[in-house]
């Protein structure tokens, strides 16, 4: 399994807060309203399991860390929704290899998914096979979070064609180690279970405990569970919630043709992939109609790349061996003619010379694969030949290249091997460009006919969106490699002497990071630079940050990176786009420039105990204490239960808790409460010195924790205003005080590239845009008062370029306000080389926006001109042409 890192992405933190937010939602507003306030689109309840139940999807593009979420999700729903210390969660996975691993990996202290868990359960954890699960002990279920990993086949209790399934029926029968679990039950949690045939005895069974503990469903690779048998499985379990994660949901809505569409709550684009390092962009494409001259170039292109792997593990120390998978033809006994799997193998020996123990293949009978440790740097497998698809959970960031021999081979075929050759090796770019990329030889007359057959392969397998697949194809070029294995060093031209005298250029190349600056050298005779192999984009980015001081500069910087990619002209021409590097807002703090954030305004840590808790009791009110569930009348005249109350009490009756005392309800609710910027003796004197004023008000201490969920979101609801007043206060006192201390500087400065450009969903209106700075526009309605925006300074004369600054994404432009980042909506180059940004607001939120404004016109005039700011509204947009002729 490939590594993973701990520390989540922006994409996975985005999409597990909508997950979070709308489990919250679902509490007060039900799972429908509440998807649609997350979605604006329409909720579609799962078939057949009970109305009311969450079931929502989250979209995540091959190699971008699905499993991962997964394990965080459990801790999200037991705080957001179930309010249940101890949840069950029945995980299913596609198929046992995948179930192993997962296995593993969650049963592994040390791996991150299990991390991920004991974050938010501590050592409190069982992790369970079905085989485990049928003879688990009460305090397993009961004791922590409870975790039963299977495939979904092994639940059906009988096999697609009606016949019983055996080892499924197991779940449903009588089992003597689970007789435990069923003693001591009221009769309301004994009516919901299956009886014994002939009395009234639940049947001891793992699908009746299940029952009983409302599990949490996750559903990995969800594409794969969509027949109306797998539905009817789960509803079985009477599941609170269910989680899809895959890449490819279904979108497509037919409940005659047994065709159910997946709720997708946030979908996360290949770009924030891309920005994020997790995968290998773009593949490039090279066809021959010839088979054999197909599989020698990618012979030649492993071994280069291998060349390339050998230079960044002695400049770095990270291992690589790039590997070719090949796809092979099926074997036909009507067609002995057929490019199958041994006719491959035998080839690659015979003819090539490649020793046998460096080939692997996993096909029919042959699983090769099973016996190999392929990132382990003893192991000398280099190439994998399959036919239709790999083994199921390999996933191998070593796989660069995809061979693939079939001449008519399909978009379908493709993408059951496509997505292996796309991680990137610990989601981190490398220093030669070579390695960032992923490549493909297929044996075919048409270049154009395949490179879209490998574009449909990644919308149809991988869950890339069309309009980016269409731009992660690109053709093979040459590569370069023998000037980056014998690192040569090429030249560039003279640096301007008037604005960048010599000691300037070493005090900036000083600064670089070392993988950059060992790579970089100054000749001060010649005042020329000099960098070793390829430049990638990081490193271009990275000098000419560091040369931002002196303008002219840049284009030197740019041609030498141009120079040493080895681009042909029109490929030199389409990169020579200036750097479009935006200057940050800097706040002066004891002399030294430091970038604004909320430091420069809030002292830290916040003492919350010295804050009045005297609110508490407007705050938290108990309606009902003898009600888990509310009946309401809904708008088809059906009687419905509150469902999400209703599965908390049920979780409620199954546990007996220990008796509560005062501090160790302080100490529950502080767990569950994130405050960075608050010590937790601070925070657990506020809690309770809350909850005196509470018990001073006539609140029983038994009363209060058996409503302790809602207490503590009462809690962190009043820590959060409390929070909120004190930032306001604070950032407008600042402002009252030392607004002068504001300033801009090169040194302090980011820069917008297309490597980085991360989006949620791309701009896929009709009109066309010639001055953006990326070939995709990021999360930009085709209509609209803000659209009429971006074409309003497309055509603008003085707009050299511009770009849609997407919101809440790392490689963004900000500006600090009182209570988070200001991304404004457009950041325009103009022509003079000054910089405009340009935030449009509608007439009916203008008046609201007077933080944002404030704080845009400080960078302004901190840029001592160099910077522009303007916020248009009801389409005013003269408002800019006025500020740029400033």
Not at 341 to 364: M, T
Not at 509 to 525: C, F, G, N
Not at 535 to 541: F, G, L
């Amino acid at each position: 399994m490939a590594a993973v890192n701990l520390e989540l992405k922006e994409y996975q933190k985005a999409a597990l807060d909508r997950f979070r937010s709308y489990l919250r939602d679902s509490t007060g507003d039900g799972c429908n309203v509440a998807f649609y306030k997350a979605t604006n689109l329409p909720y579609r309840e799962a078939p057949v399991i009970a109305q009311g139940t969450p079931y929502v999807c989250l979209r995540v593009p091959t190699g971008g860390g699905k499993t991962i979420m997964a394990a965080h999700s459990v801790g999200i729903a037991a705080q957001e929704y179930l309010q249940a210390s101890n949840p069950m969660v029945l995980w299913l996975v596609p198929s046992t290899p995948i179930l192993e691993q997962t296995v593993d990996a969650l049963k592994n202290p040390e791996h991150p998914y299990r991390v991920a868990l004991a974050k938010d359960f501590g050592r409190n954890v069982s992790i369970l096979t079905k085989a485990e699960a049928l003879a688990m002990s009460r305090a397993d279920a009961e004791g922590g979070a409870c975790i039963i990993v299977s495939t979904i086949q092994s639940f059906r209790r009988e096999k697609p064609n009606g016949d019983e399934d055996t080892e499924g029926l197991k779940v449903y029968q009588d089992a003597g180690a689970l007789m435990d679990h069923f003693s001591g039950l009221t009769e309301a949690q004994e009516a919901g279970l299956e009886k014994v045939e002939g009395t009234k005895r639940p049947v001891a069974s793992l699908a009746n405990l299940l029952r009983l503990h409302r599990p949490m469903v996750i559903v990995d690779e969800a594409h794969n569970a969509r027949t109306a048998l797998s539905f009817d499985t789960l509803a079985r379990f009477s599941p609170s919630l269910i989680l899809e994660l895959t890449a490819t949901p279904q979108t497509d809505h037919n409940p005659a043709k047994e065709k159910h569409a997946s709720n997708i709550l946030y979908s996360v684009s290949a770009a924030e992939l891309k920005a994020e390092q997790m995968i290998k962009m773009p593949i490039k494409l090279t066809t021959d109609r010839d088979w054999q001259k197909t599989i020698g170039a990618a012979l030649d292109c492993q071994a280069a790349l291998e060349e390339a792997a050998k230079a960044e593990e002695a400049q770095t120390g990270e291992y690589i061996r790039p590997l070719i998978l090949f796809q092979a033809q099926s074997a036909s006994s009507g067609d002995p003619t057929r490019l199958t799997y041994d006719k491959i193998e035998k080839f690659l020996i015979d003819d090539k010379g490649i020793p046998k123990d460096q080939i692997a293949v996993h096909s029919g009978s042959r699983k090769d694969l099973d016996e190999h440790d392929i990132p382990d740097p003893e192991c000398r497998v280099r190439y994998i030949i399959t036919v239709q698809k790999l083994k199921e959970g390999w996933d191998c960031p070593f796989a660069y290249v995809l061979c693939s021999v079939a001449e008519q081979v399909s978009s379908t075929a493709i993408e059951q091997i496509l997505g292996r050759v796309l991680r990137m090796p610990k989601a981190k770019l490398k220093n030669r460009p070579a390695l960032n990329q992923a490549y493909a030889y297929v044996a075919s007359a048409s270049f154009d006919s395949t490179a879209q057959r490998l574009r449909d392969g990644l919308v149809e397998g991988s869950g890339f969106n069309k309009l980016e697949a269409a731009s992660f194809i690109a053709p093979q070029s040459n590569m370069g490699f023998e000037q980056a294995a014998q690192e040569f060093e090429h030249k560039s031209d003279p640096l301007p002497e008037d604005d960048l005298p010599t000691e300037t250029v070493q005090e900036a190349i000083e600064k670089l990071p070392a993988s950059v600056k060992q790579r970089l050298t100054y000749d001060a005779e010649r005042r020329s630079l000099g960098y070793k192999g390829p430049m990638t984009k990081e490193s271009r980015n990275l000098i000419q940050l560091a040369f931002a001081k002196a303008p002219k500069a840049a284009r030197v910087v740019e041609r030498l990176y141009a120079k040493s990619n080895n681009f042909q002209t029109s490929a030199a021409e389409e990169e020579d786009k200036p750097p479009f590097i935006v200057p940050l807002l800097g706040f002066r703090k004891q002399g030294e420039l430091q970038l604004f954030s909320k430091e420069h305004f809030l002292d830290l840590p916040w003492r919350l105990d010295q804050c009045d808790t005297s609110d508490i009791t407007n705050r938290f009110k108990i309606v009902d204490e003898s009600q888990s569930g509310q009946i309401n009348i809904s708008d088809a005249g059906k009687v419905e239960i509150d469902f999400a109350k209703r599965v908390q009490g049920e979780l409620a009756a199954v546990i007996q808790e220990p008796a509560w005392t005062l501090p160790r309800l302080a100490n529950w609710i502080d767990m569950g409460i994130k405050h960075p910027d608050i010590t937790k003796p601070s925070a657990v004197v506020f809690i309770r010195n809350a909850l005196n004023k509470l018990i001073e008000g006539g609140h029983d201490l038994d009363i209060l924790a058996r409503n302790k969920y809602d207490l503590r979101k009462a809690m962190a609801a009043f820590i959060s205003e409390l929070r909120g007043n004190r930032e306001t206060d604070n950032y407008a006192a600042l402002f009252a005080a030392h607004a002068d201390q504001f300033a801009t500087s090169a040194e302090l400065s980011m820069i917008f590239d297309e490597q980085s450009y991360a989006f949620n969903q791309p701009y896929a209106g009709g009109t066309k845009f010639n001055k953006h700075y990326t070939p995709l526009i990021g999360d930009m309605k085709a209509e609209g008062e803000e659209f009429d925006c971006a074409v309003y300074l497309d055509r603008l004369d003085a707009v050299k370029y511009w770009i849609r600054n997407v919101e809440n994404k790392k490689t963004s432009f900000w500006l600090q306000l009182p209570h988070g980042k200001f991304y404004p909506d457009f950041v325009a180059m103009l022509d003079d080389g000054r910089i405009l940004v340009v935030e449009y607001k509608g007439a009916h939120l203008y008046d609201s926006e007077e933080a944002k404004r404030q704080i845009g016109e400080a960078w302004a005039e901190a840029s001592d001109g160099h910077c522009l700011f303007c916020m248009p509204t009801d389409r005013g947009f003269d408002l800019i042409d006025r500020t740029v002729a400033r």
